[in-house]
């Protein structure tokens, strides 16, 4: 019956995670959270005026969609690639966009990939995933609608791919790089124009787990942390967003935001639950101490209160509390 309970809470919390993914990417589908990504990210659209991009983000004359509509959400691309066989992917976002300044006839100039990422973790490089996935959008341009057909290569789109990282490792913390294809002339000295080769740019954001918030840079990695990390009611959230970023609380954007906090307060009161009850009444294992530090060490960077905030928060018994927070230090200063 126990081993039932736990399966049964497994699952749950699985669906919690699944349900605050969904939530993040429907944010990062509104066109106006889009649009401050691109300014910042997409070198196409650095001089152009935020509140213009949206105009830019999936052209087309038959659609008449004003930011002032609650339906500025993209429509988007199929996010399921299966172009090699027995190596689908399935991208978080992809979307295409209009290049400022081009022909009024040319309705996609680049394609947009964004992925949302909790950590950078995983086991490999994400660097090297984010260049695999820009070659499998180059390959997939060949004879598709919006594309290339046969060997017209001059129309090869350029692709970008952005990776916003939530909780990066401590020496990633605040990085923020591009990776493109550049020229280097090994001997005589000739250069092509730069639009035959620029046809990728990777760009990797790695989110601080703190941020000054009542100061006045007001960044795109702030207001990213403000959406998907800040431990504040969704009604600061909102406030911060309109106020500093000047994002239109539409009720689709607004209903997103509240969503997205309580899903997020769910995991947290559930990682503390399975994460530490088992400690209450008769003390650690050593598994479940490296199970409920990690825990408390998480919780401290993503709501940015101290160890004993959140060894309270959890309700932590006072008898085992010296273990934890032993553990605790002794990670933290492994991390350094």
Known sequence: MKNNLEVADAIETNDLN????????KILSNKQILARIMKECVAEYRDIPVEEIPSYIENDPR???????????????????QSVHGAEIKYDILFDAKLPNSDENERIG?????EAQNSNNNGYPLTSRAVYYCSRLLAKQKNMQGGFQNSEFQNLK??????????PS?????VFNEYTINERCLRKKYHIPKTDYDKLSIVMIY???EYDIIDDKHDLTEMLYILFQANMPAQDK??????NYGIMMTRAIDEEVDDVCNLSQGIMDKGIEKGLEKGRAEGLTEGQIRMASSIVINLMKTTNKSMKEVLDMA??????????????????QSDR
Do not use: H
């Not at 350029?158 to 909780?167: A, E, L, T």
């Open 18 to 25: 699944k349900a605050y993914d969904e939530y993040c990417k």
């Open 63 to 81: 659609l008449d969609v004003s930011v002032e509509d609650e339906t500025d959400k993209i429509q988007g691309r199929n996010i399921e690639d």
């Open 110 to 114: 680049l394609f947009i990939n964004i």
């Open 158 to 167: 350029k692709v970008y791919s952005i990776w916003i990282v939530m909780n």
């Open 170 to 174: 401590k020496a990633i913390e605040g």
């Open 207 to 209: 989110l601080n787990n």
């Open 238 to 243: 909102k406030y911060q967003l309109s106020e």
């Open 315 to 332: 309700d932590v018994d006072e008898a085992i509390r010296p273990e934890v927070e032993k553990a605790v230090e002794a990670m933290t």
